[in-house]
């Protein structure tokens, strides 16, 4: 860091790997070289109330409207709040417990503004796995919705850093919001000053804080939504995904305040709410996660929604019978991505006319992304390998031996198994973890979910190794069926013919289970650690 910190608690930057182990950064866009000292808010918010878009909402949600000048008031009353009344020093780290509303997205603005750093939490998290969050990244501070409070009192004991809390929608704090001053002078920090802690989701059962500077906060908004989404001021952005997913902090918050556009901000969706507020809200863009498009499909007829142009799907692979399936029902193209908590955003993307069936896409503008062998060297095209990647952001974990891991001769390794084609496409396989290797063929459990979902009677899958004396490994597939199939010994022979005659037929599941749902995180990515362990 060549620039002053202006953090005074200096924990974050304490405990950020030795810079040997930090990936290699590239800045090679224009628009990626940010000077020296930046905030982000002070970018997305604003600045872009200083060039003429006060009036312009910002925000829609069930109970009204809030524009990007009474957003910007209601970040610096909150800036106030947390400096005046709760003693906030720049470099404290600050948690934020609460459901996607604008009392939560003003609280993430307001926290950049006062130094502060971001901790996101998930509204389903219980006191243990916010004891393990809170203990980690030594948070002293918190903001939460006052209906979210009990699992943080819950945790409160065993987590002695944390010495300050304040509840929106409880009277009293309210009262002292709506007497903090409008006005804030948002804190001189460097570009390369800690803005927030994400935790990854627990897909492996470990989570870990991935650190993101201000300037990465700005970078993941000038690469993916400028050259894969294109949006205008004229865009409303809705979706699934919480603020405390990097996949929703951007799509649902920084996206829309980085262009001039808003976001329709929901607490809670079903797919039927979510087609109903698409069409309350005439939503442009939709942000979601593969399983929530599968549901979507089912009940499209049902809705007329001519407002929505683009869908965006990350968080796990998309299936492209899930794919198929949603531009059958709704005549739009998924925009598909691979992104990571590590990297802070999508990193892989295609534009919708340049879509190729069973694939990513292209490494998007400024990044750049290889497969690799075991060895570090490049794959030949059609070849399986494992995913490297580099651009403007990587990864940086929170004192976490599994850097060493992550990061290798300067590449961000994804965990992703993928094969690069002749014409630089990027193609899905599985979890480097998630591979399946029996009777010596290398098996994508992805794939075999795939062919599985195209089979009429599946609602949802999950596919992982199952151990074997034979073979070593089988493929074991756990099955959610449609409320109209048996689940018997039939149906699972209708279903490994299916996958056979789909296929290659060594790739069928020798063993299917029916189950009545998949474990799943709270952003809907499916947990195959659990399947493994229940598959023993």
Not at 17 to 41: G, I, M, S, T
Not at 500 to 527: D, H, M, S
Request: charged share 25%; with cysteine.
């Amino acid at each position: 860091m060549t620039a002053k910190s202006a953090h005074i608690d200096t924990f974050a930057r304490d405990n950020l790997p030795p810079k040997d182990q930090w990936p290699e950064f590239r800045f090679d866009l224009p628009e990626l070289r940010y000077p020296e000292r930046v905030n982000c808010a002070t970018v997305l918010l604003d600045d872009m109330v200083r060039a003429g878009h006060g009036e312009r909402v910002a925000i829609h949600a069930p109970d009204g409207k809030c524009s990007y000048a009474q957003l910007l008031a209601q970040a610096n009353r909150i800036a106030n709040l947390l400096v005046g009344e709760m003693g906030l020093k720049p470099g404290n780290r600050v948690l934020l417990r609460g459901p996607n509303n604008p009392m939560m997205a003003a609280s993430w603005i307001a926290v950049f503004k006062a130094g502060g750093i971001c901790v996101g939490t998930m509204p389903l998290l219980r006191a243990k796995e916010l004891t393990e969050i809170v203990t980690k990244a030594e948070i002293s501070h918190a903001l939460c919705d006052k209906r979210l409070e009990a699992e943080l009192k819950l945790a409160l004991p065993a987590c002695p850093s944390l010495k300050t809390i304040k509840c929106w929608y409880d009277d009293a704090t309210d009262a002292l919001i709506k007497k903090c001053s409008d006005k804030f002078e948002n804190v001189d920090t460097c570009a390369e000053d800690v803005a927030l802690i994400a935790f990854t989701s627990g897909t492996t059962g470990k989570p870990k804080g991935t650190v993101h500077f201000h300037r990465d906060v700005i970078a993941m908004c000038d690469c993916f939504p400028r050259s894969c989404l294109k949006p205008a001021p004229e865009d409303i952005f809705i979706g699934s995904p919480p603020l405390a997913f990097t996949f929703g902090l951007g799509g649902l918050l920084c996206f829309p305040l980085r262009f001039g556009a808003s976001t329709a901000l929901v607490e809670k969706f079903t797919p039927e709410t979510l087609l109903e507020s698409i069409g309350r809200f005439k939503a442009t863009i939709l942000f979601t996660a593969p399983t929530m498009y599968r549901a979507l499909a089912g009940i499209w007829k049902n809705y007329d929604l001519p407002s929505l142009r683009k869908c965006v799907s990350a968080g796990e692979a998309l299936p492209d019978a899930t794919r198929q399936l949603f531009k059958q029902a709704s005549g739009i193209e998924i925009i598909d991505g691979i992104g990571a908590t590590e990297l802070i955003h999508i990193f892989i993307s295609h534009e919708p006319g340049h879509v190729k069936r069973g694939a990513t896409g292209h490494a998007i503008p400024g990044y750049t992304a290889v497969v690799l062998d075991e060895n570090g060297e490049r794959c030949a095209p059609g070849q399986i390998g494992r995913l490297a990647v580099k651009g403007p952001t990587g990864c940086r974990y929170l004192a976490d031996e599994r850097q060493k891991n992550y990061v290798q001769n300067g590449w961000n390794l994804t965990g992703d198994a993928y094969v690069m084609d002749m014409d630089g496409y990027f193609i899905y396989q599985a979890r480097t973890d998630d591979m399946i290797i029996s009777a010596g063929y290398n098996i994508a459990g992805p794939e075999v979910e795939g062919a599985l979902l195209s089979h009429p009677a599946v609602a949802e899958c999950g596919v992982v190794g199952q151990p074997d004396d034979e073979r070593g490994m089988v493929v074991k597939a756990f099955v959610v069926l449609r409320p109209e199939n048996k689940p018997d010994d039939e149906m699972k022979k209708i279903l490994q013919e299916h996958v056979k005659r789909n296929i290659a037929p060594y790739k069928y599941p020798r063993a299917i289970e029916f189950v009545t749902a998949l474990p799943r995180t709270e952003t809907g990515k499916l947990q195959r650690f659990k399947l493994r362990t229940e598959g023993k």
